[in-house]
């Protein structure tokens, strides 16, 4: 006998794109999450760049967006690990901020980050239309 269900893998197909969302203000990744998955986004979540590392284990995904400020190891170094790692070179990296530091926006550019966002300065709306725009259809 056949088993007619759910095929999970035609799901992941079916995605615009898989996204892991790397914030650790549950309240500020909530609104994100919900915003993304509205549009058809496979959203992985992680509050600190440990459990992103562990995700990236066994997902792939097409774009990060990454917190500059995580406890522990920042989102700065996460990126630069990221850009290291051959697996992850070409996977886009959005960085995401409440500090428009020169500095540190030099530092993830240099790095290889896609882009990089004031939180407080865009919406949920607007960064779910960043990414859209960053992603193939």
């Known amino acids: 006998l056949k088993m007619i269900g759910r ?3 035609s799901l992941d197909n079916q995605s615009k794109g898989k996204i892991l969302l790397v914030e650790d203000d549950f309240y500020i990744r909530s609104l994100y ?15 600190d760049a440990a459990q992103a590392r562990n995700i ?5 995904v097409n774009l990060i967006l ?3 400020m995580l406890p522990g190891e920042r989102g700065i ?5 990221l850009k290291k790692q051959p697996q992850y070179r070409e996977v886009k990296i959005v ?9 540190v926006i030099e530092r993830a550019k ?15 709306q607007e960064v779910a ?3 859209g725009a960053l992603l193939p259809q």
């Not at 999450?33 to 509050?47: D, I, N």
């Not at 990236?56 to 792939?60: F, N, V």
């Open 7 to 9: 095929d999970n893998s």
């Open 33 to 47: 999450l919900m915003e993304l998955e509205s549009r058809g986004f496979k959203v992985y979540e992680a509050s």
């Open 56 to 60: 990236l284990s066994s997902c792939e």
């Open 66 to 68: 990454l917190d500059v």
């Open 77 to 81: 170094e996460l990126l630069e690990w």
């Open 95 to 103: 960085m995401l901020s409440n500090v428009w530091d020169d500095e």
């Open 110 to 124: 240099t790095l290889g980050a896609t882009d990089y966002l004031l939180k407080s300065r865009t919406t949920p």
């Open 129 to 131: 239309n960043r990414v």
